[in-house]
């Protein structure tokens, strides 16, 4: 009752229709009312039906009778009505196809925008990759040049550590030769402080010696001056004949003066001499010289020591930059074994990117299957359980890309040899 | 003298990656962005010790440059190891049936490639 209400919603059919059968009753039991007697007396009597055959074959006349009249009375009705629901019905068909147009077209919009939306993801997704591509080679760029620059350090130090023992060994040379030769001097005294004391003894003997003949030449000025005095006094009483003899005379004193003072000044600086040596013996002047070469002995060995101290500071240095150096070029290795991620990543994007062209290529199925008078969407789902099965397959067969960086991937060794 | 080591691999980072770590180890390292182009290297006449290549490349992929390879006059022991992100055994037993030495699942830490590295080429 309800779908027939539904479909004549507006139409009254229905009451109508109970008047027409009310009418078409009324008409058969009249029918009937004055039929039956003629039936019975013309048909069933003479036929000898009992009266219950009579009966029944009465009313199923009646009710036979009643159903053309039912539909004789309400024919003017219905046709009316059938005629508004024909039409209902076309039109209903017709808004049915504008509907599904306007979904199609819907959805073709909702699929485009779709695209779009994956187009500018994918775009995003591939500059995302580029980005990271370009920064993972700046990065490798980066730590060879540290690493680099590190080997570069380890050199200079090396040959520093070299130079400096070059050095060294040059100084222990230098302070070797520098040791002899003050131990030398050292000893040079010693062996010598005879021998000066031999030759300062036999000068100031000499000196002795110079000194008396200093006195002989002072006595001979003096006897030459009285003898030039004499000469002037006999050259006086000669008169004009002793003139010249005189200014010889004089010559011969100024000469007599002259070497007494020469011999006055070869003496004293004779007896300065010989002082000197006889102060000289005192006071042996080499032995300072000798506690000076000791200093300087002393200091030559502290800067030995002290160059020790450098070349094994150079020597710890190095093997602790080196060993520093060896961590850095094994941190720099794992470093560019991590960048490998970023292929990993791109790889899984580029998997993703795939499956999605999968997926759109399936969905824009959709609309263009709807527009089809006869559309069968079943294999849809079953393709797209085949997109999604083959993504988590091809994914399956790749390494999880964040776990494992040196434990199985899969249950597989992530190294193996064969 | 130092060993040279061939890498076959079309991403960028991939060849920088490794390419530096060998440098830095002391390898001779030389490379080529696909199988088709380490094939054309390898008969121009360089004679690499060890050939590291990716599975998945444009061209010419890893499984069919390992073919060719095998194939070539005087690189029929010549070790090769395959550096890629797959990693399913019918993979990893494809690439031994033709004459893959390893098989390496990326990413790889550069002391572990360094180590295996040296047991396919001892003496390294």
């Known amino acids: ?418 | 003298m130092a060993k040279t080591i061939l890498i076959v691999d079309d991403s960028a980072t991939m060849v920088m990656s490794v390419k530096n770590n060998l440098e830095i180890a002391g390898f001779k390292v030389e490379t080529a962005e696909d199988g088709a182009k380490a094939l054309a290297k390898l008969k121009g006449g360089i004679k690499p010790d060890l050939i590291i290549t990716d599975i998945n490349m444009p061209n010419m992929g890893g499984m069919e440059l390992i073919k060719n390879v095998r194939a070539l006059p005087g690189f029929r022991f010549t070790p090769i190891l395959t550096l890629t992100t797959e990693s399913q055994a019918d993979k990893r037993e494809e690439g031994k049936k033709l004459g893959a030495t390893g098989w390496l699942v990326k990413p790889v830490g550069g002391t572990d490639l360094l180590k295996i590295i040296k047991q396919v080429l001892p003496g390294a």
């Open chain 1, 1 to 418: 009752m309800e779908t027939i209400l539904r479909l004549f919603p507006r139409s009254g059919l229905i009451p109508k229709l109970w008047a027409a059968n009310l009418a078409a009753i009324a008409i058969a039991s009249m029918i009937g009312w004055f039929c039956s007697p003629w039936l019975h007396d013309t048909v069933l009597a003479p036929a000898g039906v009992s009266f219950a055959g009579d009966i029944a074959i009465t009313t199923l006349l009646s009710m036979l009778t009643l159903i053309p009249l039912s539909l004789l009375i309400a024919w003017p009705f219905a046709h009316e009505e059938l005629n508004w629901l024909r039409m209902a019905i076309t039109e209903k068909e017709h808004d049915k196809d504008v509907i599904a147009s306007k979904r199609i077209k819907q959805a073709t919009l909702l699929m485009d925008i779709h695209l779009r939306l994956d187009a500018a993801i994918g775009s995003q997704l591939d500059e995302v990759v580029n980005d990271t591509d370009s920064s993972a080679i700046a990065l490798i760029l980066n730590v060879r040049k540290l690493h680099d620059d590190a080997a570069t350090l380890l050199d200079y130090l090396g040959s520093s550590g070299s130079s400096a023992h070059d050095m060294e060994k040059e100084i222990e040379g230098s302070v070797a030769s520098i040791v002899q030769i003050s131990n030398f001097v050292q000893e040079l005294p010693d062996m010598i402080r005879e021998d000066v004391k031999t030759v300062q003894m036999a000068a100031i003997k000499e000196i002795d010696g110079l000194i008396g003949f200093i006195e002989v030449i002072k006595k001979i000025s003096q006897q030459t001056n009285l003898l030039a005095l004499n000469a002037a006094i006999e050259a006086a009483r000669a008169g004009d004949a002793g003139r010249g003899f005189a200014v010889v005379a004089v010559e011969v004193r100024k000469l007599s003066d002259r070497s007494a003072q020469a011999a006055i000044m070869i003496e004293k600086g004779l007896l300065g001499a010989q002082r000197t040596m006889l102060e000289g013996l005192k006071l042996s002047p080499m032995d300072k010289q000798i506690a000076d070469a000791g200093e300087i002995v002393g200091s030559i060995r502290e800067l030995q020591k002290n160059y020790d101290d450098i070349r094994q500071y150079y020597k710890t240095l190095f093997v602790v930059v080196t060993e520093h150096n060896t961590n850095l070029a094994t941190e720099i290795a794992e470093m560019l074994g991590h960048i490998q991620y970023q292929d990993v990543v791109r790889q899984r994007i580029e998997r993703v990117a795939s499956a999605m062209v999968l997926r759109n290529d399936l969905l824009m199925e959709l609309p263009r299957r709807l527009g089809e008078s006869q559309a069968d969407l079943t294999e849809l789902p079953t393709q797209m359980q085949m997109v999604l099965d083959e993504y988590l397959a091809n994914e399956a067969r790749h390494a999880p890309a964040a776990t494992n960086v040196t434990g199985p991937a899969d249950g597989l060794p992530k190294m193996e040899l064969f």
